[in-house]
């Protein structure tokens, strides 16, 4: 099935409404066959239906597509999975057969919970949900000998956003990495003080004062070479500004979703159908933005899938994302 219907929700006059969908989650019901959320799924279009009456703003966000996003998710992944071999080690027997990597892809979505994502409907009625679990994390309590601290995952900001539709507190992909990796040195590359002793009668630095040619220019040019354009043209900790980790994504810098596209929809908009436009859409996870400033609330969505030879459908893993 390419087209994928929803019963969007109602959007009150003066009201904004969050809504979420999981493409794999979608897949697995329409098919009958299980498609995991670690693909990057194209999606040809979007299709919004309102009623006369509906006025307002229409936004379609997604996981990043950024390489701190990419490499979060992949990390994540593996500690995941190393996490479950190491525990099924001695009784592999347990391991369940739809065992899979699954994310919420914000806050917003982890309050709400897996279980108030849109499902698809057909001309006579809405599918019914399977198991939709997200993963969960044991994460050791050093501060109780022996205890540990279950954990869901976000993919962007910042990590304990607070208790989630399972009562369960999560952490974030992107700040988990980045709280993994190291920093750019403030100065790169760090140049040793003699570089600017490049004349006078008995310069450091010989192999430039070798063509001074009666000028001070080599020196002056090092100079700028050492003052300019030795810090990363991104902010991060201790750069003598940031304190904290600042990767795209995460609690600081760009947080949240990226914006994938928006229309503002009239009272006159013809037939009442807005388009937006299509692309690819990390672990397949959308979130919709609908405000109503009209009178009317009703809101139907249509998303187009790309045919390819992923089980049908145009993707691929999000370990090639």
């Avoid at 309102?50 to 992944?77: A, D």
């Avoid at 809405?126 to 540990?148: C, F, H, M, Q, V």
């Avoid at 436009?277 to 919709?288: A, D, R, S």
Wanted: glycine residues 10%.
């Amino acid at each position: 099935m390419l087209t994928l219907s929803f019963a969007g929700p109602t959007v009150a006059p003066g009201a904004g409404v969050y809504a979420h969908v999981d493409l794999s989650q979608v897949a697995s019901l329409v098919n009958r066959r299980f498609y995991r959320q670690g693909i990057n799924w194209a999606v040809a279009g979007f299709k919004i239906f309102t009623q006369t009456g509906y006025e307002g703003t229409i936004s379609v966000s997604k996981l990043p597509n950024t390489w701190t996003l990419s490499n979060s998710w992949e990390k994540s992944f593996r500690a995941w999975t190393k996490m479950n071999n190491e525990a099924l080690a001695e009784a592999p027997s347990v391991r369940p057969k739809f065992l899979d990597f699954k994310v919420y892809a914000n806050a917003r979505h982890h309050t709400a919970g897996f279980a108030a994502n849109l499902l698809p409907i057909s001309s006579d009625g809405t599918y019914a949900a399977g198991e939709w679990e997200s993963s969960k994390l044991r994460i050791p309590d050093t501060t109780i000998a022996g205890n540990t601290r279950e954990r869901e995952i976000v993919a962007v900001g910042a990590s304990y956003p607070g208790a989630g539709a399972s009562g369960l507190n999560a952490v974030s992909m992107i700040e988990g990495y980045a709280a993994s990796r190291g920093l750019p040195d403030v100065l790169d590359p760090n140049t040793p003080d003699d570089a600017a002793d490049a004349d006078g009668i008995a310069p450091e630095n010989w192999m430039s004062a070798l063509f001074n040619e009666g000028t001070e220019q080599t020196d002056e040019v090092i100079q700028d070479m050492i003052t300019e354009n030795n810090i990363a043209p991104y902010p991060f900790e201790n750069d003598g500004t940031s304190t904290d980790t600042q990767y795209p994504g995460g609690a600081n810098q760009g947080t949240g979703l990226e914006i994938h596209d928006n229309m503002n929809v009239q009272t006159t908009t013809i037939g009442g159908n807005t388009y937006l436009k299509g692309g690819n859409f990390p672990c397949g996870l959308i979130e919709f933005l609908f405000t109503n400033s009209g009178t009317v609330g009703a809101v139907g969505i249509q998303i187009d899938l790309v045919p390819g030879d992923h089980r049908g459908y145009l993707c691929e893993p999000m370990t090639e994302m």
